[in-house]
């Protein structure tokens, strides 16, 4: 499969070869692993480090200021356990009601047992994402954490995220972002505009694989924190054995917990390794000029568009609402037979092209969509 008709950049992401990439560094670490000597932790550890490092080019993260971790949710809990509890007690949390639903049944859960009022901004009535400026009017003095979305997963608007963080300052907030649907393709900097913690997955443009979360927490904030999953490697030496002399490291290590589990890392380095040898603006300019065709091809086939049209006003996918007529799986099921990736959530169909797809595959699927309608 050559990849032309990939439209999930949303979802797992490819790159070329990368099932060759991703099969020899298992084989690799199932060698390292499986060989009967000692020498494991001192060959992983540092592949775990170099994965970190290449998250921080990312995000122009400073050091020892970026972790691993499961997921974004998994990496949200831990930071919202951390901290001290009165800064969440007795005040509100912020979330649109276009956020990642994981993240929204994670502070659900965890509002009453935390002692804050969890505040979510609606949509307005037929729209498909929070208005910046909804956002901004529900984000009052009380509110002392929230959590910005940088991109949506279902509509791939793109918030402005200067004005926000500008906005949050003003209010004495706590600000963290998950940049799960924009992170390696649209360019992203940790301290322009500075927020306290950002969160990410290297699925989607990244193209690695699930379980490789990062966490970043600003160093000014890190040394508030007190994890709650306190272990062996949050300390300034994990090799201490006194369990009566714990102390947090005084950097990012202090999340880290127990033993660190390096396999999701380690499978995704080889597609960070790729994305880092690659031209950031020559992918980007190739996302937008596959982006501008979809919608030309929204227009043709009257089909309406979710996605901003603007460019700063949007991340890399396209996303159209299906007419009620037509069942979403059906649909799924004929672009499949035709040899197209794209997925669906209800009635909006989900198109993200990105460096496999190609000019003639988005024609491909003109004329596909062009016979369905």
């Known amino acids: 499969m050559s990849g032309d008709t990939y439209f999930l950049y949303h979802s797992i992401g490819m790159y070329p070869d ?85 993240n929204h ?112 927490v600003a160093p000014g904030l890190i040394g508030q924190c007190r994890p709650e999953a306190a272990g062996w490697f949050s300390q300034p030496n994990p090799f201490n054995w006194d369990i009566s002399a714990f102390a947090y490291a005084d950097d990012i290590r202090r999340f880290d917990s127990g033993t660190p589990g390096c396999i999701a890392a380690l499978a995704s380095l080889p597609a960070m390794d790729w994305h880092a040898a690659q031209d950031g603006a020559a992918i980007l300019a190739h996302n937008r000029h596959l982006t501008g065709m979809l919608f030309e091809m929204a227009e043709s086939l009257r089909l309406p568009a979710l996605t901003p049209r603007e460019e700063a006003r949007r991340g890399g996918s396209v996303m159209l609402r299906l007419p009620e007529s037509m069942a979403p799986q059906e649909v799924l099921a004929r672009l499949r037979g035709q040899g197209i990736s794209a997925d669906t959530r209800g009635q909006t169909l989900r198109l993200s092209p990105g460096n496999l797809t190609t000019a ?12 369905l309608l």
């Open 18 to 102: 990368k099932a060759a990439d991703l099969t020899a560094a298992m084989a690799a670490f199932a060698q390292l692993w499986g060989r009967p000597d000692d020498g494991q932790w001192a060959a992983v550890l540092p592949l775990r480090q170099r994965f970190i490092d290449r998250w921080r080019a990312i995000l122009a993260a400073p050091e020892a200021s970026v972790t691993t971790c499961e997921s974004v949710t998994q990496g949200f809990f831990a930071l919202l356990g951390a901290l001290p509890p009165e800064r969440l007690a007795g005040r509100t949390v912020l979330v649109g009601a276009d956020c990642f639903p994981s």
């Open 360 to 371: 003639g595959g988005v024609a491909h699927l003109h004329r596909v969509l062009g016979t």
């Open 105 to 216: 049944f994670l502070l659900q859960r965890l509002a009453e047992r935390m002692g804050f009022t969890l505040r979510t901004v609606p949509l307005r009535q037929g729209a498909a994402h929070v208005e910046d400026e909804d956002f901004r009017d529900a984000w009052t003095a009380d509110v002392a954490l929230a959590l910005l979305t940088w991109v949506s997963s279902t509509t791939s608007a793109r918030i402005d995220l200067g004005a926000l963080v500008a906005h949050g300052r003003q209010m004495g907030s706590l600000i963290g972002v998950d940049i799960t649907q924009g992170a390696g393709l649209l360019p992203f900097d940790v301290m322009a505009p500075e927020v306290d913690f950002a969160l990410s997955t290297s699925l989607k443009w990244m193209c690695g694989t699930p379980g490789a979360g990062v966490l970043y």
